[in-house]
């Protein structure tokens, strides 16, 4: 059986979504209150969950980014804000990511050891541009750039540990 943790942000604020999941079979707890579903993936490539109660809900999730997860149903699509805790912490942590009149701050999403730093300050770098290699799990992670700009500061060497949620490079966007 897997456990899954999100943060979802509602009008009342976040909360948190536990998510077990075992086989077929999903249990939602959501506000100290348990529903289950089945959830069975249909050819098309949607998603149906049947509600123990007979309520279904069919339709796609997609990843929105920026801690947003796109759900289209038949009654049209909707952005809601769901993402993994510490996603949630980095987004929505005090001096976040637009904290220096739109610079942009790269954290690392986990603990890791910098393999390498592809960019030093004053570099202009393309949407897609290597930034650097973050090990982490044992698994070799490349931070890119998401759009154009220059790099401000590069907060971290190669092979030196971080934690997650170290702020790793500044970077100020440029254009799209």
């Given amino acids: 059986m897997r456990h899954l943790v999100f943060i979802h942000r509602g009008p009342d604020g976040p909360s948190e979504m536990a998510v077990a999941v075992d086989g077929k079979r999903l249990v939602f707890r959501i ?3 348990d529903e289950s579903a089945e959830a069975v993936r249909l050819p098309d490539g949607r998603l149906s969950l049947v509600f123990d109660g007979g309520r279904q809900i069919c339709g796609r999730i997609l990843s929105g980014g920026n801690g947003e997860v ?7 699509c909707r952005a809601v804000a769901l993402a993994e805790p510490l996603r949630d912490r980095i987004a929505h942590a005090p001096g976040g990511h637009s904290s220096m009149g739109g610079d942009e701050e790269i954290r690392a999403q986990m603990p890791g050891r910098v393999v390498e730093v592809a960019v030093a300050p004053g570099d202009e770098v393309e949407a897609g ?4 290699v973050l090990e982490a799990m044992k698994m070799q992670n490349e931070i890119r750039a998401t759009r154009p700009g220059r790099v401000l500061r590069v907060e971290v060497e190669a092979g030196k540990p971080v934690d997650g949620g170290a702020r790793l490079v500044v ?3 440029v254009g799209g």
């Fill in 129 to 132: 541009g290597l930034l650097l």
């Fill in 171 to 173: 970077f100020h966007p």
């Fill in 70 to 76: 796109l759900v289209s149903t038949g009654s049209g």
């Fill in 31 to 33: 506000d100290g209150r």
